[in-house]
Each structure stands twice: as structure tokens, then as C-alpha cells.
């Protein structure tokens, strides 16, 4: 019972950088189907491996992590009474390992160089799906009616974060909105910069067609997302003061 105490007071505070608010953390196992099957250990390594990458991410709540494993696996039928209790426990275990670690993590330094770059109208969006170049022109566009100019865009996507947590590598995405290859160039040294003022090694070889690529970088991201939600970067973008 102490087990679902925590959860459900930890999932209550997560919100997803993608926008949406997150709904209550998962509950009791009365709300779990009635399939009660033995799944074969290859498919569980698979599915408790993609339980450890969404929480470890840090950008989902409980249910969402339930949701998305679902979806990776449509065709299997999970037995979600044990889906939600190795959810529960994967969130219980990360959350007290965030109490051991350092007051600034890499993460919080990331967060505020996109801090940065938003205030120098360089659109920096945090955990974006597939279509992140898209999801930037979209924001642009948005703001442009509001007399907002931007410059240009970068981010991150999902699949990026998977690779961070196995490899210690995050790669960022990035490019101009106007100007050619040579803005992009002068976009991608602004991200550079940015990233190096927060002690990063920020990898790139100059050129507009490849991304940024940051090493040594250990995940350490907490359950939260007041440093790095989609409207904190429209805030600052707009003009508008931020909490640090």
C-alpha cells in the first residue's frame, strides 16, 4: 500500500514537455484487465526495457509510460495487472534515486542554454516526436502572427533521449528559418555556444546539414517539467519573464 502512496503523489506532479497535462498515476490493481497470462522472458526483457527508458527519461507520468508501452506493443497481450506493478516499481526506485543526486544535474544546465537560446529567438523545444522540424515551423508561424520574429529552430525527439540514456550522447537537431545554409551555420554556432556557457563538449563540424552532438552527458532528469515545458519556451520566446 505504501508503494501505491508514492506513486500516486509522484505521478500527480509529472507534465509532460510535449504540452498536455499528465493524468493521476497509475492505481490499484482492480483497474488492471482480466488477463492474467505467463508472458515468455524474451518478450518481458523487451517490455521491462521500455519501461526503464520512459522512466528514466523522465518526461512521462505513469499512466503515459503504461500507455506508450502499450501502444510499442499492440500485437502482444500484455497482462497489464503485472505492466502496471513493474511500472510502479520502476517509478518507486527512480524517484529515490533522484534524492541522491546533485542539486544542478546536466540536464537542468541543458534546460537553461535553451533558456537561453529562446530569449535570442532561437526556438529550443525539448522532447519532440518525429516530426520536430514541423512541430518548430508550426510554433514559428504561430508566433509570427503575434508580431514575434524567430530566427531559427533546434530540439531534440524521443529517440534521442533513448540514445542519451544507453550511450551517454544526445544529439540536437537544428536549422534557420530564412537565409540559407550560412544562417543555419550562424544558428548552429549560437546552440554551440550556448551549450558550451553550461560546460557541455558540444560536438560539430560546421556544417548546416548535421546535427549537435553532445558526449559524456549522464540523464539525470527529474520527474517535472516547470524547466523545460513546451510553453516555457513561449514565454520566454514572447518576452515574458520565467521562474529559474
Not at 514537455?17 to 493524468?23: A, D, F, G, L, W
Not at 522472458?41 to 523522465?58: A, F, W
Not at 549537435?212 to 515574458?240: E, P
Request: aromatic content about 10%.
Amino acid at each position: 500500500m505504501r508503494l501505491y502512496i508514492v506513486i500516486i503523489l509522484l505521478g500527480s506532479c509529472l507534465v509532460s514537455c510535449n504540452r498536455t497535462p499528465q493524468k493521476q498515476a497509475l492505481t490499484s490493481d482492480h483497474t488492471a484487465d482480466s488477463t492474467s497470462q505467463v508472458l515468455p522472458d524474451s518478450l518481458k526483457t523487451q517490455v521491462l526495457h521500455e519501461i526503464r527508458l520512459s522512466v528514466k527519461s523522465g518526461f512521462f507520468s505513469t499512466e503515459e509510460t503504461f500507455s506508450n508501452v502499450k501502444q510499442l506493443f499492440p500485437k502482444d497481450s500484455l497482462d497489464s495487472e503485472w505492466l502496471r506493478k513493474q511500472i510502479n516499481r520502476s517509478y518507486t526506485q527512480a524517484f529515490n534515486s533522484q534524492t541522491r543526486w546533485s542539486a544542478v544535474t546536466k540536464f537542468d544546465k541543458l534546460a537553461a542554454a535553451f533558456d537561453r537560446l529562446n530569449a535570442s529567438h532561437i526556438i529550443a523545444l525539448h522532447n519532440l516526436g518525429a516530426a520536430g522540424e514541423v512541430e518548430s515551423l508550426h510554433l514559428r508561424d504561430s508566433l509570427r502572427k503575434k508580431g514575434i520574429n524567430t530566427r531559427g529552430y533546434c530540439f531534440y525527439e524521443r529517440k534521442d533521449v533513448d540514445s542519451v540514456i544507453e550511450n551517454k550522447t544526445l544529439r540536437i537537431s537544428f536549422g534557420a528559418f530564412a537565409g540559407g545554409g550560412k544562417e543555419a551555420v550562424a544558428i548552429g554556432k549560437s546552440i554551440v555556444s550556448a551549450l558550451k556557457e553550461q560546460g557541455f563538449n558540444a560536438a560539430w563540424n560546421h556544417k548546416a546539414v548535421t546535427g549537435i552532438t553532445i558526449t559524456d552527458f549522464t540523464w539525470h532528469k527529474r520527474f517535472g517539467n516547470g524547466n523545460c515545458s513546451y510553453y516555457r519556451a513561449v514565454k520566454i520566446l514572447s518576452g515574458q519573464k520565467v521562474q529559474r
